[in-house]
T-cell receptor
Framework: AQSVTQPDIHITVSEGASLELRCNYSYGATPYLFWYVQSPGQGLQLLLKYFSGDTLVQGIKGFEAEFKRSQSSFNLRKPSVHWSDAAEYFCAGQTGANNLFFGTGTRLTVIP | GAVVSQHPSRVICKSGTSVKIECRSLDFQATTMFWYRQFPKQSLMLMATSNEGSKATYEQGVEKDKFLINHASLTLSTLTVTSAHPEDSSFYIC?????????????FGPGTRLTVT
């Protein structure tokens, strides 16, 4: 079955520290992969997406993600976290024109 | 570009009444729209998929008579929660997709907070 897994429910990092949020997928074929961010009470904002080609994808707000087929992973990274990055992050997958499958989300807390 | 709006952003209604939530694609034609439900501190759960001019496809476990979806135009879909009960209180998010866009990316609305008293 198609699925996306985010192993970390909650991560706390210090402001200025680096960040990596994990995402693993399970699909029959390589899916399109997305990372979204959701602030409290808000909708989802797309950070970046991977369809094909270069496996290192640059997104908005200084985020990047790397697609690793051998590990079935699409981890999100940021070299230096800002307090405003505190939010819920969702990884999602999609095959072709089919529906999105969301992971359970990772809540990021940033401490001063 | 690719902006999706939802109205209202928040609504409080009494148990037994019906509530309509609108989802609009402002600058593109949405051949497909999706409705999600999100409980506190949980992920998005797809409720239904609607294609313009046809009946919505509901996910397993979603009552189609309770959650009425209409996708009458390429820019508007509505979700009506009929005979609402407190357990229907949730955050409802819509998304829209233009199938002519490579990859068929979904664009999300800001969500509607429904509270049933």
């Amino acid at each position: 079955a198609q699925s996306v897994t985010q192993p970390d429910i909650h991560i706390t990092v210090s402001e200025g520290a680096s960040l990596e949020l994990r995402c693993n997928y399970s699909y029959g074929a390589t899916p399109y992969l997305f990372w979204y961010v959701q602030s409290p009470g808000q909708g989802l904002q797309l950070l970046l997406k991977y369809f094909s080609g270069d496996t290192l994808v640059q997104g908005i707000k200084g985020f990047e993600a790397e697609f690793k087929r051998s590990q079935s992973s699409f981890n999100l990274r940021k070299p230096s976290v800002h307090w405003s990055d505190a939010a819920e992050y969702f990884c999602a997958g999609q095959t072709g024109a089919n529906n999105l499958f969301f992971g359970t989300g990772t809540r990021l807390t940033v401490i001063p | 570009g690719a902006v999706v709006s939802q109205h209202p952003s928040r609504v409080i209604c009494k148990s037994g009444t019906s509530v309509k939530i609108e989802c609009r694609s402002l600058d593109f034609q949405a051949t497909t729209m999706f409705w999600y439900r999100q409980f506190p501190k949980q992920s998005l759960m797809l409720m239904a998929t609607s294609n313009e001019g046809s009946k919505a496809t509901y996910e397993q476990g979603v009552e189609k008579d309770k959650f009425l979806i209409n996708h009458a135009s390429l820019t508007l879909s509505t979700l009506t929660v009929t005979s609402a009960h407190p357990e229907d209180s949730s955050f409802y998010i819509c998304s829209a997709r233009d199938l002519w866009t490579p990859g068929g990316e979904q664009y999300f609305g800001p969500g509607t907070r429904l509270t049933v008293t």
